[in-house]
């Protein structure tokens, strides 16, 4: 956010200059103050002529002459709801689009980042900002808006015509606003603690719930899931008395700014009421004066309540905002360079240079001084042990990560692996590909939804699926995902072949595939693979040192990087990092 924490608690004295970045909130802004100078107006006029009307009849006057006064108190007063309703529905409708714009422009960034940011911000959390902190941002946006013009405007025009009619009262509204002022920014500090508490609360509370729907067959299957429902409550209880004590503070606070304003408006009564009595001042306008207190501190008082019914949206357009404003090197890269990335061909070459990656909460560089060169439609393995950084070597150039320094060339231009080009020619298969809640035929087809009956069946055929189809009720029609029909891992991963094979990208990345697989399993899923293989760049990450027989050329990695790299008889002969793990291996088995 531009501006520091104070001025997010006081609310009444700056303006969240962040607001003004979104389209259409200058033009929206200036409506408002327009409007609301208009409602400031009619507010004044409508406590002039009810003051007149009230001291005419205390006067004796009859009800007949007091009626233009009443007519004309009727009139502002419509005028006066009339520039409310056009502020609200201003103030609605461009809260409505900023809100769809901010959901678009979120989701957008969260597919350049990929699957790296559910990693690092948890699925819950990025679940919840999408929902319901988009509706939040709206609320917020809503609310906040005519409030902070409202508060900046009305006093101010009730305050020059008070000093104006009475010096004394005014003086009195002058001096007790800063009071109030200052009383609501140490209430708003306090809130402020405490909704970033709750806000981080919340997110251990999304992440948490979605990680134990996620492992619950896990959890029941070790008989830990009665205990794991007591982690749940113990989580679930932080948050809600957080909430309780967020609602607290909100409680006081209003309590608190009413006492503050009906003492002040009770000053200015007494301080009337005593020069009424002796004659220093009128009737009339000493009741135009009193009307009128009570609406100079009414938009202070609701900013207040609104503030803390706001603030979680205040908050969620924060995040949602930071997050949109996460780097990528795709944006950084121009259209033309864009247009330089070429199609991934048997001829293609892409080059590694002392690329290195490091997380973002990570103490030491995950990738180090990476050098490697891809050429055409080569089959290499990437192999190490656990934690050696395969993973993330494949997030990378998978684009789903970007490199923290070094360059990579593709046919000897500048190039980023999260360029839309590049990502438009990967396959990607990890450990567990995901099913989405729908038919075969729907998973199969999720990337290339305008694939023909034709095409699908060849897929369904390549990845040998067809026995599995064959026996399920509804055929292709077979809902499969969460709700529908459970496949087991082998299944799981034929769908994923079936996309690949349909996609049919020129590169396949692959993340440990089998590594879950029993070993009947993967003999049975090797062939197909091997076949879709075939006229691809392959970039296979494995423990299972088996498939570095089709591979043409091996790259060992060690503590994030490259020991060693050649072609299976180069790194037996060499009697290095390859070797010894494959005696390892050998040894396992014997
Ligand atoms: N999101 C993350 N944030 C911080 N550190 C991470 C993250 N993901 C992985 N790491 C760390 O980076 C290192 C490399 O992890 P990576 O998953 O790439 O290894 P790997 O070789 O694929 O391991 P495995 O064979 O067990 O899957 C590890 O030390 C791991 O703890």
Request: proline residues 3%.
């Amino acid at each position: 956010m531009a501006l520091g924490k104070l001025d997010g608690v006081s609310p009444s004295l700056s303006m969240d200059r962040e607001l003004l970045s979104y389209r259409g909130a200058k033009p929206l802004f200036a409506l408002t103050a327009l409007l609301t100078t208009l409602q400031g107006l009619c507010l004044i006029l409508q406590a002039i002529f009810l003051g007149r009307m009230i001291s005419g009849l205390f006067s004796g006057k009859q009800i007949a002459s007091v009626s233009s006064d009443l007519l004309l108190f009727f009139i502002v007063m419509v005028c006066r709801y009339f520039m409310v309703f056009l502020i609200k529905r201003a103030c609605y409708k461009f809260a409505d689009r900023t809100s769809v714009e901010l959901r678009r422009a979120f989701l957008k960034k969260l597919f350049i980042i990929g699957p790296q940011s559910a990693k690092r911000e948890g699925t819950g959390a990025l679940v919840s900002l999408a929902l319901e902190g988009v509706l939040q941002a709206r609320r917020y946006l809503e609310l906040f808006i005519p409030k902070m013009v409202a508060n900046g405007i009305i006093p101010v025009l009730i305050l020059i015509y008070v000093f104006w009619t009475d010096r004394m009262s005014g003086l009195i509204l002058l001096i007790t606003m800063p009071v109030l002022i200052i009383f609501m920014i140490l209430l708003g500090l306090a809130a402020q603690k405490k909704m970033d508490d709750r806000w981080a609360s919340y997110r251990v509370l999304s992440n948490h719930f979605i990680d134990s729907l996620r492992g619950l067959s896990t959890l029941y299957y070790l008989g830990i899931s009665k205990l794991h429902m007591r982690t749940i409550n113990r989580v679930s209880d932080k948050y809600r008395s957080m909430t309780m004590g967020t609602l607290r503070l909100a409680f006081l606070s209003s309590f608190a700014l009413d006492f503050f304003t009906m003492l002040s408006i009770a000053f200015v009564a007494v301080a009337l009421g005593i020069r009424l009595v002796d004659g220093h001042i009128l009737l009339e306008p000493a009741l135009t004066v009193l009307i009128l207190a009570p609406e100079y501190f009414l938009p202070v008082r609701e900013l207040g309540q609104d503030y803390h019914a706001t603030l979680d949206g205040k908050e969620a357009t924060k995040q949602l905002k930071d997050y949109t404003n996460l780097p990528t090197d795709l944006e950084n890269m121009s259209e033309a360079d864009h247009q330089k990335s070429l199609r991934w061909t048997k001829h293609a070459l892409l080059k590694m240079h002392d690329v290195t990656f490091q997380y973002t909460d990570a103490e030491k560089t995950t990738l180090r001084e990476i050098n490697m060169n891809l050429r055409g439609l080569e089959k290499v393995g990437i192999i190490g042990a656990s934690g050696a950084g395969k993973s993330t070597l494949i997030d990378l150039i998978g684009g789903f990560i970007s490199a923290s320094s070094g360059t990579v060339q593709l046919n000897d231009q500048n190039f980023a692996f999260s360029t839309q080009r590049w990502r438009e020619q990967v396959t990607y298969i990890p450990q567990h590909p995901y099913l989405f809640s729908a038919t075969i035929r729907d998973n199969i087809a999720f990337y290339k939804p305008d694939a023909t009956d034709q095409q699908i069946a060849q897929a369904v055929q390549a990845a040998g699926l067809n026995g599995l189809i064959d026996h399920l009720p509804e055929g292709m029609d077979e809902q499969i995902g969460s709700g529908g029909r459970q496949l087991s891992g082998g299944q799981e991963q034929r769908v994923a072949l079936a996309r690949a094979f349909l996609c049919d990208r020129p590169i396949l990345l692959l993340d440990e595939p089998t590594a879950h697989l029993d070993i009947e399993t993967e003999y049975e899923l090797k062939q197909p693979m091997l076949q879709l293989f075939e006229n691809k760049l392959v970039i296979f990450a494995t423990h299972r040192l088996h498939w570095m027989e089709q591979m043409d050329r091996i790259v060992v990695l060690h503590n994030g990087k490259i020991a060693e790299s050649g072609t299976q008889d180069e790194l037996i002969r060499k009697k290095g990092a390859y070797f010894d793990m494959v005696c390892a291996q050998l040894e396992g088995l014997l």
